[in-house]
């Protein structure tokens, strides 16, 4: 059976990865910063198939060699593991370096060291692909935004945008400059909203994406409600999307990963349908703002399932986020 290793297996993303992968009877290590965290994990999972190693710096050389050298069975690499702050002190330092080298160390290892591995999995984002420069662009699958490094430097917002295109890029620049031995494909997901893969992680302050919806449960009359539009998806879409990229040939593949656009205030708009004994304040219900424009039919097409909608992914969120909040 496939072994799977999986980077920042802690993640939101991540752990939805792991938990369908192992549904589905794979075999997966996954990259922890610490044993405490690995342990945990291995108590959520509760799988025989489920080990971990640790890897506290994915940005240092070598950071992954001496786990593909110690797990030859491994044949595919889901690289999820990536900063994700809009704020960082030094957005270089912080953000844009740690990505940049984190994807080079694990190309490098899986070229020195993976000989066994047929497929190369990159979680990116839909920044690397929509251009925050040029407002009215579509975003598709063959498109990048137009941030330069020089420019993010001291930016934390185009940091991140710059983050996620250079550590794409270096990976699509790899496979095509060396004579590698395994298929590459990236998963680009916009917002990601839906449950956390366990119920107890649905506590307290959550993951950027998902504290942006839950964090209106508790909004109070006069607090502001954002009605900027950008795209979001289902992070069981993602996790699925992730394995059928394990099963399937989605060789030289982008995967543009949104169902469809979302607000603050239309989540809001939802919550309150959904929820109404929360009694929130409606925000500022007839204000409307663009949709960010994208074009991902070639995605759809490929995968060919239904993408989970906006108020059935706010819905489940908030449902598991409110039950936990109680206990």
Same mark, same amino acid.
């Given at each position: 059976?496939?072994?799977?290793?999986?980077?920042?297996?802690?993640? #939101?993303?991540?752990? %939805?990865? $792991? =938990?369908?992968?192992?549904?589905?009877?794979?075999? *997966?290590?996954? +990259?922890?910063?610490?044993?405490?965290?690995?342990?945990?994990?291995?108590?959520?999972?509760?799988?025989?198939?489920?080990?971990?190693?640790?890897?506290?710096?994915?940005?240092?050389?070598?950071?992954?060699?001496?786990?593909?050298?110690?797990?030859?069975?491994?044949?595919?690499?889901?690289?999820?593991?990536?900063?994700?702050?809009?704020?960082?002190?030094?957005?270089?330092?912080?953000?844009?370096?740690?990505?940049?080298?984190?994807?080079?160390?694990?190309?490098?290892?899986? #070229?020195?060291?993976? %000989?066994? $591995? =047929?497929?190369?999995?990159?979680?990116?984002?839909? *920044?690397?692909? +929509?251009?925050?420069?040029?407002?009215?662009?579509?975003?598709?699958?063959?498109?990048?935004?137009?941030?330069?490094?020089?420019?993010?430097?001291?930016?934390?917002?185009?940091?991140?945008?710059?983050?996620?295109?250079?550590?794409?890029?270096?990976?699509?620049?790899?496979?095509?400059?060396?004579?590698?031995?395994?298929?590459?494909?990236?998963?680009?997901?916009?917002?990601?909203?839906?449950?956390?893969?366990?119920?107890?992680?649905?506590?307290?302050?959550?993951?950027?994406?998902?504290?942006?919806?839950?964090?209106?449960?508790?909004?109070k009359e006069g607090d502001e409600v954002a009605t900027k539009r950008r795209p979001f998806i289902d992070v069981r879409d993602v996790a699925k999307a992730h394995v059928l990229a394990v099963e399937r040939d989605f060789a030289g593949k982008?995967?543009?990963?949104?169902?469809?656009?979302?607000?603050?205030?239309?989540?809001?708009?939802?919550?309150?349908?959904?929820?109404?004994?929360?009694?929130?304040?409606?925000?500022?219900?007839?204000?409307?703002?663009?949709?960010?424009?994208?074009?991902?039919?070639?995605?759809?097409?490929?995968?060919?399932?239904?993408?989970?909608?906006?108020?059935?992914?706010?819905?489940?969120?908030?449902?598991?986020?409110?039950?936990?909040?109680?206990?």
């Amino acid at each position: 059976m496939t072994t799977i290793f999986i980077s920042g297996a802690t993640g #939101y993303v991540a752990q %939805h990865i $792991i =938990k369908l992968s192992l549904s589905k009877g794979y075999f *997966v290590i996954g +990259s922890v910063r610490s044993a405490a965290k690995g342990e945990r994990l291995r108590q959520l999972f509760n799988s025989e198939k489920f080990t971990y190693e640790i890897a506290e710096k994915l940005e240092n050389p070598g950071a992954f060699n001496q786990v593909l050298q110690k797990h030859p069975e491994i044949s595919v690499f889901i690289h999820t593991a990536s900063p994700v702050t809009m704020n960082a002190k030094d957005p270089e330092k912080d953000t844009m370096i740690p990505a940049l080298e984190g994807s080079k160390n694990a190309l490098n290892a899986i #070229y020195e060291f993976g %000989h066994n $591995i =047929k497929k190369v999995i990159l979680t990116s984002s839909y *920044v690397a692909l +929509s251009d925050l420069l040029t407002p009215g662009r579509t975003a598709t699958e063959s498109t990048w935004n137009s941030v330069t490094w020089e420019m993010a430097k001291a930016d934390g917002r185009l940091a991140y945008h710059a983050s996620k295109k250079y550590a794409e890029k270096v990976a699509w620049d790899f496979v095509k400059d060396k004579n590698v031995g395994f298929e590459f494909t990236s998963i680009n997901p916009a917002y990601v909203f839906g449950p956390q893969a366990f119920d107890e992680d649905a506590k307290g302050t959550l993951n950027l994406s998902a504290e942006m919806i839950c964090s209106l449960t508790r909004l109070k009359e006069g607090d502001e409600v954002a009605t900027k539009r950008r795209p979001f998806i289902d992070v069981r879409d993602v996790a699925k999307a992730h394995v059928l990229a394990v099963e399937r040939d989605f060789a030289g593949k982008r995967l543009l990963m949104a169902e469809s656009n979302f607000s603050q205030q239309l989540a809001l708009n939802i919550i309150r349908k959904q929820f109404s004994h929360l009694n929130l304040p409606p925000g500022n219900p007839d204000a409307d703002g663009k949709d960010d424009l994208f074009d991902n039919s070639k995605t759809r097409q490929l995968l060919g399932f239904e993408f989970i909608d906006l108020e059935t992914s706010i819905r489940d969120m908030v449902t598991q986020y409110l039950k936990n909040e109680q206990l």
